[in-house]
């Protein structure tokens, strides 16, 4: 049995074993069946495509067959999070029958189904797959869609995570699907039943490749080298080569041909548009008689026409095909006999949600179309019978199928001729790594028995890869284990072995499975591998440790003898034990390290296989040892150490270290026995390896052997020698006899593995021991690994690197003293590297010489271990030195990089820095530099926790400095760095913009409760009161809106019963008033639909609520009803039609342009009545202008058109052209002309549209083509503008509002050109429109219409003249919005009012309003805001007779009545230029000049005089117009003075107030609160040309009246809504809050630089005009907006709400709770003369933060008690209460870290100097120039350091003085020092090492080396030390050692 036990001491131990099910089966087991098969007879079809789990299934696994329950197939993978913060899980995909379950699991989480699908067949194969959606845009990653693809045998379902289900049709059947990194492959089934062929038929193509479930399926094009021919492209047809895997990263395919019996890696790559082409002109190798088109359409007819009835492999269908193929073949036998096939499912064009199945008609005709069927449909069906494809008829036709994808072959297997006896199909592929980096495709062939590897390296090259040498394994089955960089093989004989690449590790010990070695004979095949490939590790069990120093690798003849033993017991064979004893089968499912064994009896285990190492310090010792030493050397070591480290019963956590120092030491040759320090490490090994060590249970007793082992530990002997603070009597014990030197000295052994590697292992291990001494977190390793560093640094002489470790842990290192004698012979042998002659690297040394200004030797590093050192060498370089470009272009200035290999003179020369740094950077720029580039690195809040404090000061200098004056662009990443939440919260909304608005402005609070106990729902609910609130604090305004729009209510019809009015005549007289009243509430929805604008957020299950149009009153004093319908008076009919069109575009227009609105919803809210129908016309227009009716299936919108309903046309055609702005859709410009009869060709039958809807469609064509200056429209809209009256009735009523609608639309396609109209020169724009505007002879018509003007009878006489009443206000419109803001002054002149009484005469006063207007706009720039320039647009004539009377005018022909009239519309007409000049911008000085001219209209219309002359009628209108003016300046401000104007005309009821006037003036009223107050109007071209259509300033008369303007277009007026409102919303309660801005307006030429300071929540002015906006302080953290960078980040944050996160500094309160600064805490007390810290009650804490640790600190540390002194009490208080209130809270740790320092220092009980040294780079920051220079800067207000002035110095002080006081009674410590002699036995050496590292003295071999002792003078002893880099206050107390007592200095007694 002895040679069973030595087969088993190379073992390694597998971890505990777990039985292995997959979890679908027993998921699938309690899955309903019997009672879904009922159900799902009775289900209708259209549901069968359930996707979720619970839907029917058929079937279940228990009654299905037994060989259908073979059909289970499972696949697991490793889980693939976003986040790396999750623990590691696993995922299951689990196909059987019909269902396939996802599932998922951890080590602290059971399994659990992910999601559960069911489908209608059975599932084929179920896999994972990603596909990737490109984006449009360039600079945007590509999203990637995860999901899951289950194949049936018709179709291929694709889930994705994201909740997008895909069904892709198959148009043949196929074998497998592979996932890759571009999509998924399709491997076609062979189906060999083939038909009588055809002498020249082209094989199909048998790869295809579908990169997303909306794309085609296309074949895949191979490149191929031969032997002896050219690179070949053609598509993959050859049906003799099979997938067997495939691989996304890198992306490869590996292939296997059944002829050669080979296999073939392929690169996998999209294919380039040359090898497009190039396959489409040659696809295949062409013969004589085939041309490209008939491969071609064979290849499309193929894949477009396979039949879905007959199932493709019935003969029918190959007959079908190869008659197809065979040219002969007459084309009329094949008319199209097959149905398409693919369902339109695959038609979803990308733009649909995939829940609608509605189809785009591009995709499937494509798709469907048999473009290549030989039955051309142009072709006569008696075409000759022998017409080849070829034939010119098909050409046209001709369309392919483009290749996606193209593999390229890389590598083929060579074979030798005993390989193709059977077949050697791979039946397992897979990459794995070995330990040493290198990359292996390993391929299994079961059929012979060996895995194959082939090693493989990436090349320089793009993703080219390079194959090298292949190597086989016998084998029976293997694994992959990615996490561990192994692989583990089942051998022959059925035993486990684990290998790295190809390097044989060990055996896997499975606990409680047999060794195969009892029942199988073992006949091992001769290794097919070179002898220095294979190496048996030796047996690693402790007890034969010396079994490592063997010099060689045992040689392979242990394995022949190993097969004599085997074969001697074979004799067990037949035993009846082997067949109890189940013995391994396969090995399946491998995850991490993880993997499923299948056992001979069926059952599974799942096995872990352990790790190389678990400790972070061994992992990162292990790293730099692969990094330095040669590949094979490296492997030899790993292998070694993993076979030490998993022996059976192996070390615990805590011995894993101890065990690595052994067995490393022993690789380089000691011998550890006779080291005292190695042997006294402890670890224990079991007795046996096999049994695992049973847990030891707990004594209740101790035991004095308990005692002695406590005595003996490595614990108690480092205690021993470090002073324990307050128990000096320890030191009496004597420490045990093993700490002293053992006889003489130690060798090594020369012929160890790493002999010769010493100087190199450790350098690298020494820099390992720097990173680590970088991170707090890791000193205990530094610690640990000193001991062997010290050691290696004795034995290679190296007294340097001993005194660096000395002086880091002092009293640890005095406790080594032996060394192991290398004598110079063997030291020759070892290779020395050059870098180890160099400065000795200690990296707190160079930051310190940093901080000082001293030039350093870059300092090394080891790329990918030591990255802690990189990035803060890197930091200082940056921000200490400022050196800008220290992280980019002089990074190796600062680092350099150790690269592995480097022997004697391959070292990089030490660049000594040059000195050309740039001093010129300020430093606020440097700390911006640095913080962005430390988060580009990786470097979050928590590592910096981890950095010493001293090291960490200058970082956490950068962030203060950041956090002071962040820019507000910066990736949430960096604001989190600088720990401010604020902007981490806008950086995160920014970057999630695609999700709802903010969650705080979103909800409404509880609406006011009104009287009413059930009201009726007004529409107005859903404004933000906490932003209005803030906005408007004072009064209750926006109830007070809310009260004048409402129109859900009946209104209060109050007329005084008069006696002599009869009951009756009362009756009519309560409904007259009510039907005047009525005018009023039918004009109020125009105004709601401006003032809810954009405030509500849709729920999409439910219908938008739409208030009622309510047309009833109620009569005081009993309440009784009034109603209209009562029959007493004459109403007028479909009076209510357009007001609630009205309605329905109002409740639309609340939506908000980010709520989520699908086609489906837009839908579900069609009303059941007819009568809401023209409500549902509003909402669709309004869906339209806030851009959601995109998104409405083109399908709906025909529905909808074709009802014929008039008002759904009009909204439908605003709505989807508003939504379409600009963009020349043509699917739009289709639909449009349909509807303008100009716009179809003239032949075309006369569509009876009705006249609005006309009028609508042209004024859509201009939103269509806004701004475009498309041609064709601007002639035929010119000529429409002038459209004669027709024959007969037509074209003769409404004539004015289709001439305006087309002199707007023309402004529109033209706006804003002015004379740069591209291409229309000839059509003589302006001219035309300046004869329509001021009439004259028509001209001829040319163009296609003219036959419609020639017309001989007409209704109207106008003959050939134009009638200007009905052409002049669209041409004068048209002219303004072409010749907008372009100040020509030739155009503006055509339009001054005449200033002649004759011409004045012939001109409409209303007409003058549009010319002033018209000219006014065009001169943009003249505008000015105020009275003079108003008035100076009326003519002279005017001005001078307007306030005379009649009696005294100067001359007879002067019409007074049309003088006042023009004097009233040209002012209203100069009125409305200032609201547009001025939209939105609520500038004080055009508000006052437009309130003021709307007082003189008010005042006139209520004194009955003036009326008289002018007409109540135009005052009306002037005063209407006026008042719009003022609204559009003051719009979104609610100002009060214009709500008060509002409300006095909105209870003018009488007189000539009709519908118009009541739509004017609450529309006034609705700007003025525009959007609740988050809207404003902008001033573009596009938003002027929207309000010129809405303010139109002629308003209906009645409620039905369309005669001069479309009512519908008042809504446009939204179009010029922007948000422009910014609500600073806290960060901490997510509550709107008022917060200081400074808004700095950029230079214009009417105004300088200005900075105004606004209390925002405010309305912002136009961006364009904005050069920065600052939030700013002392309440808040300041944050800088700047606009010179772009808008872009600031739009983005007022279209969403405009949040913009505030965050609130320390002590101050909000604004809210104390509007005068007065309650802060950090508010001077008045009553307190001399406020002292000690007035800070830590009660007080909570108020200046929220952070949980600073005030558990203030509970804890800053209250006395019984075990805090009065005085720590005070410095704590103090230190917490400077920390809050600087706002510097993560301070707190240094500052105390600093006084425990100090405290150490004073009680000399510091045994590692390690805090020491944080302090000096503390001190040295303050003195160093980056500080020195920033408190010289005036403008930062002395902003000094982080730490406080006060505490510093005092810390300095006590410091200096501790050590001065040392040096007073060590004096002669320190001269033996200085002098190289050896210390005294008991002098207390850890404070000499605090001394020398506190004053930076530099070693004794640097002081011996520059003959110090013979100075004889100070300022000589001066300059010899200012080159060492001494500061002067060390020389100070060093001078008395080196000066002689002869010299000038007299110096200490020696």
């Known amino acids: ?511 409680g499975l047999l060794s195969p070695n009892f029942t199988l004979p073992n006949h091992l095949p001769p290794l097919n591998t070179h002898l220095e490939n294979v190496s048996t590790p030796a047996k690693a069990t402790v007890q034969h440790m010396s079994r490592l120093e063997e010099p060689d690798m045992p040689s392979p003849v242990s394995g022949v003898r190993s097969l004599v033993q085997h074969h001697e017991s074979s004799w067990l064979d037949d035993s009846p034990f082997q067949q109890a004893a189940p013995h391994i089968q396969a090995l399946r499912d491998p995850v991490s390290n993880r993997v499923t064994l299948e056992l001979s009896n069926g059952s599974m285990l799942r096995i872990t296989v352990p790790e190389v190492a678990t400790s972070e310090l061994v992992k990162r010792c292990l790293k730099a040892i692969r990094f330095i030493l040669p590949k094979d050397t490296a492997m030899k070591v790993l292998v070694k150490w993993y076979n030490n480290y998993n022996a059976p019963g192996g070390p615990s956590l805590h011995q894993e270290w101890n065990l690595f120092v052994k067995c490393f030491m022993t690789l380089m040759g000691y011998n550890t ?349 859903d404004l933000h009161p906490e932003v209005t609130g803030l906005i408007w604090s004072q009064d209750l305004r926006v109830q007070e809106v809310r009260r004048l729009l409402q129109s859900s209510r009946p209104v209060r019809v109050n007329v005084p019963h008069l006696p002599d009015v009869s009951e009756h005549e009362y009756i009519e007289e309560k409904e007259n008033k009510l039907l005047q009243l009525c005018q009023r509430t039918m004009a109020l929805p125009v105004g709601r639909g401006l003032f809810t604008l954009f405030s509500y957020h849709p729920v999409p299950t439910e219908p938008l609520p739409v208030p009622k149009l309510n047309l009833t009153g109620r009569a005081p004093p009993r309440n009784t009803m009034v109603d209209l319908n009562s029959g007493n008076i004459d109403v007028p009919p479909n009076m209510t039609s357009w007001p609630s069109f009205h309605n329905g575009v109002a409740a639309g227009l609340k939506i908000a342009p980010a709520s989520q609105v699908e086609s489906a919803w837009i839908a579900y809210n069609k009303p059941k009545s007819a009568e809401l129908a023209n409500e549902y016309a509003g909402f669709l227009m309004a869906l339209g202008l806030n851009g959601h009716l995109t998104k409405l299936a083109t399908l709906n919108i025909h529905d909808y058109l074709t009802k014929g309903h008039e008002m759904t046309s009009i909204g439908l055609l605003l709505g989807v052209s508003a939504a379409k702005l600009g963009t020349m859709d043509m699917s739009i410009t289709r639909l449009l002309s349909i509807h303008i009869p100009a716009l179809l060709p003239p032949t075309s039958t006369e569509l ?53 609608a087309a002199g707007l639309a023309l402004g529109m396609v033209c706006l804003g050109h002015g004379s740069n109209l591209i291409g229309m020169t000839d059509l003589n724009v302006p001219e035309q429109l300046y004869q329509y505007m001021v009439g004259g002879h028509r001209r001829a018509h040319a163009g296609i219409n003219r036959e419609k003007h020639k017309s001989p009878s007409y209704q109207i006489k106008e003959g050939d003249t134009i009638n200007v009443d009905v052409t002049c206000p669209g041409a004068t419109l048209a002219l303004a919005m072409i010749y907008l803001k372009t100040n020509n002054r030739s155009i503006a002149d055509w339009l001054k009012a005449p200033d002649t009484m004759f011409l004045l005469d012939f001109i409409k006063p209303e007409f003058l309003l549009l010319r002033t207007l018209a000219r006014c706009i065009i001169m943009w720039d003249e505008i000015l805001p105020n009275d003079e320039w108003v008035t100076s647009n009326v003519p002279q004539i005017i001005q001078e007779n307007i306030g005379l009377q009649e009696e005294t005018l100067v001359s007879e022909d002067l019409n007074m009545e049309t003088l006042v009239q023009a004097h009233d519309y040209i002012i209203a007409g100069a009125c409305m230029a200032v609201g547009f000049r001025f939209a939105g911008s609520a500038n004080s000085d055009a508000f006052d000049c437009l309130y003021k001219f709307a007082r003189n209209f008010m005042l006139s219309l209520t004194t009955t005089t003036t009326t008289t002359v002018s007409g109540q009628y135009n005052l009306q209108t002037c005063l209407s117009m006026v008042l719009l003016a003022t609204s559009m300046v003051m719009a979104g401000s609610g100002n009060l003075k214009v709500l008060q104007l509002c409300r006095f005309l909105h209870k003018r009821t009488f007189g000539e107030m009709n519908y118009g006037f009541h739509m004017a003036h609450h529309m006034a009223l609705g700007l003025l609160f525009l959007g609740g107050g988050r809207y404003t109007l902008s001033t573009s071209n596009s938003a002027i040309a929207a309000l010129l259509c809405a303010l139109y300033p002629h308003f209906p008369a009645h409620s039905t009246d369309n005669r001069y303007h479309l009512q519908a277009l008042r809504h446009l007026c939204v179009l010029a809504a922007e948000p422009r409102l910014l609500v600073p919303v806290d960060v901490d309660t997510l509550k709107p809050c008022y917060a200081m801005l400074d808004v700095t307006y950029k230079e214009t030429p009417w105004y300088e630089q200005t900075t105004v300071e606004l209390m925002a929540p405010t309305m912002l002015p136009e961006l364009h005009l904005l050069k920065q906006i600052k939030v700013k302080g002392p309440r808040y953290w300041e944050l800088n907006i700047d606009l010179s960078k772009g808008t872009q980040h600031l739009q983005s944050i007022l279209s969403r709400d405009g949040v913009l996160y505030v965050k609130l500094r320390a002590g101050q309160l909000p604004y809210k709770d104390d509007p005068r600064g007065w309650k802060s805490l950090l508010a001077p007390t008045v009553n307190n003369r001399n406020p002292e810290v000690r007035t800070f009650k830590p009660e007080a804490i909570s108020t200046f933060t929220s952070d949980a640790a600073l005030v558990s600190f203030a509970e804890y540390f800053c209250k006395v008690s019984e075990n805090m002194k009065h005085e720590t009490v005070a410095l704590f208080s103090a230190i917490l209460y400077e920390c809050v209130t600087q706002e510097n809270p993560e301070m707190l740790p240094t500052h105390i870290a600093i006084d425990q320092a100090v405290k150490g220092l004073e009680q000399s009980e510091l ?92 070693s004794f071999k640097k002081m011996a080396n520059t003959e110090l002792e013979g100075s004889s003078s100070f300022p000589e002893l001066l300059l010899k030390f200012s080159k060492l880099g001494v500061p002067v206050r060390a020389l100070l107390r060093l001078s008395p050692l080196f000066l002689h007592p002869g010299g000038s200095g007299s110096g200490l007694p020696l």
């Open 1 to 511: 049995m002895s040679n069973v036990y030595e087969e088993r001491a190379t073992m390694i131990a597998a971890g505990k074993w777990q039985s292995f099910v997959p979890f679908g089966r027993e998921h699938c087991k309690n899955h309903p069946n019997a009672v879904n098969l009922q159900l799902r007879q009775l289900q209708p079809a259209s549901e069968l495509w359930s996707s979720d789990g619970a839907a029917g299934l058929v079937g279940s696994l228990q009654e299905v067959s037994l060989q259908e329950r073979q059909k289970e197939s499972w696949q697991l993978r490793k889980g693939s999070t976003v986040t790396t913060d999750e623990a590691e899980y696993e995922e299951e995909l689990y196909a059987a029958g019909h269902m396939v379950i996802w599932s998922r699991g951890s080590k602290s989480q059971a399994s659990y189904v992910y999601k559960a699908f069911t489908v209608d067949s059975l599932v084929q194969q179920a896999l994972w797959c990603n596909f990737t959606v490109p984006q449009s845009r360039k600079d945007e990653k590509d999203i990637i869609e995860q999901g899951i693809c289950i194949v049936q045998s018709m179709c291929v379902n694709v889930h994705t995570v994201s909740g997008k289900d895909f069904i892709s049709p198959l148009p043949f059947q196929v074998s497998t699907l592979w996932p890759t990194k571009f999509g998924l492959l399709f491997e076609r089934k062979n189906i060999t039943s083939d038909a009588p062929m055809s002498p020249i038929r082209e094989p199909l193509p048998t790869l295809f490749s579908m990169l997303h479930p909306l794309d085609e399926i296309a074949p895949v094009v191979c490149k191929s080298t031969g032997l002896f021919e050219s690179v070949r492209l053609q598509y993959v047809s050859d049906s003799t080569l099979r997938v067997v895997f495939s691989c996304e990263e890198p992306s490869i395919i590996v292939t296997y041909d059944a002829l050669q019996c080979t296999h073939t890696v392929w690169a996998l790559r999209k294919v380039t548009p040359e090898e497009q082409s190039t396959v489409l002109k040659y696809p295949g190798q062409d013969g004589p008689t085939q041309t490209p088109a008939a491969a071609h359409s064979f290849l499309g007819a193929h894949l477009r026409n396979v039949t879905r009835l007959d199932s493709p492999g019935s003969p029918l269908h190959c007959h079908a095909l190869h008659n197809q193929s065979r040219i002969p073949a007459s084309p009329s036998l094949h008319s199209r006999t097959h149905s398409p096939n693919i369902s339109n499912m695959a038609a979803l064009s990308r733009a649909h949600s995939p829940g609608t199945a509605a189809p785009s008609f591009t995709g499937t005709q494509r798709f469907n179309m048999s473009c290549h069927s030989p039955a051309p449909r142009g072709h006569s069906l008696l075409a000759s019978p022998n017409s080849t494809l070829n034939d010119t008829a098909l050409l046209p036709e001709m369309e392919p199928i483009l290749p996606d994808l193209c593999i390229e072959q890389l590598w083929t297997e060579t074979t030798t001729t005993s390989h193709r006896e059977k077949s050697s199909q791979a039946s397992k592929v897979f990459i794995t790594s070995d330990l040493c980096e290198s990359k292996y495709l390993c391929f299994l062939v079961e059929s012979h028995q060996q895995l194959r590897c082939v090693k493989f390296l990436e090349s320089n090259e793009t993703n080219q890869l390079i194959f090298a040498s292949l190597t086989t394994i016998p084998a029976k089955d293997a694994a992959p284990l990615e996490d561990i960089d192994a692989l583990l093989v089942l051998e022959t004989n059925g035993s486990l072995v684990l290998y790295t690449g190809v390097t044989r590790v060990s055996k896997v010990f499975v606990q």
């Open 1807 to 1898: 045994s590692e100097t390690f805090c020491l040294w944080q302090m000096k780079l503390v001190l040295e920051l303050c003195e160093s120039g980056v500080l020195q220079q920033r408190l010289r800067d005036t403008h930062r207000q002395g902003r000094g350091l982080l730490l406080s002035s006060e505490f510093l110095p005092v810390m300095k002080s006590l410091a200096d003085q501790a050590l001065d006081r040392w040096l007073c009674d060590n004096t002669r410590a320190l001269q033996a020092y200085v002098r190289g002699q050896p210390t005294n036995e008991d002098a207390d050496t850890s404070m000499l090492a605090c001394f020398l590292v506190y004053h930076s003295v530099p």
């Open 673 to 1021: 026995e006779r080291l005292a320090w190695t042997r006294n490490l402890h670890f224990e090994v079991p007795l046996s390896p096999v049994i695992a060590p049973k847990k030891a249970r707990p004594a209740e007793t101790g035991s004095d052997e308990d005692w002695v082992y406590l005595c003996a530990s490595d614990y108690h002997c480092q205690v021993l020698v470090r002073p324990v603070p307050g128990f000096p009597d320890l030191k009496s014990i004597s420490p045990p006899a093993s700490m002293e030197d053992s006889g003489p000295a130690v060798g090594l052994e020369p012929s160890a593995l790493l002999f010769p590697h010493i100087p190199a292992l450790f350098y690298v291990l020494h820099l390992l021991y720097e990173d680590l001494k970088l991170n707090e977190l890791q000193r205990s390793g530094a610690r640990a690994l000193v001991g062997l560093l010290q050691q290696l640094a004795r034995d290679l002489q190296l007294e340097e690197y001993i005194d660096l470790y000395w002086r880091d842990y002092p009293s640890f290192i005095k406790t080594f003293k032996e060394a192991c004698v290398i004598d110079q012979a063997q030291m020759e042998v070892m290779n020395w590297p050059v870098y180890l002659n160099n400065e000795v690297p200690c990296v707190f040394g160079w930051l310190s010489s940093c901080l000082r200004g001293q030039d350093m030797p870059p300092f090394p590093y080891l790329p990918g271990i030591c990255e802690r050192t990189k990035l803060l060498v890197l930091s200082y370089a940056l921000y200490v030195v400022r050196d800008e470009n220290a992280v980019s272009d002089n990074m190796s200035k600062y680092l350099s990089r150790l690269s592995a290999g480097q022997k004697k003179g391959f070292g990089e020369p030490a660049i000594r820095r040059q000195s050309s740094v740039k001093l010129c950077a300020p430093s606020g720029c440097l700390a911006e530099k640095l913080v962005v580039w430390l988060t580009s690195a990786g470097f979050l809040l928590k590592d910096l926790e981890s950095v010493p404090f001293g090291v960490a000061l200058p970082i956490r200098d950068a962030i203060s400095q950041c956090r002071e004056h962040p820019c507000s662009d910066w990736s949430e990443e960096v604001c989190a760095l600088i720990g401010r939440q604020d902007l981490t919260k806008q950086a995160h909304k920014v970057s999630l913009a695609k999700e709802k608005p903010m969650v705080g402005l979103n909800v409404p609070v509880e609406p006011p409760i009104t009287n009413e106990a059930d009201e009726e729902e007004d529409g107005m609910a």
């Open 1248 to 1300: 009876d549209v009705p006249h609005s809807v006309q009028v609508a469609a042209v004024v859509a064509i201009g939103l269509v083509y806004q701004g475009t200056g498309h041609r064709h429209n601007a002639e035929v809209l010119l000529a429409e503008i002038g459209r004669p009256p027709g024959p007969e009735m037509e074209y003769c009523t409404d004539r004015e509002s289709y001439s305006l």
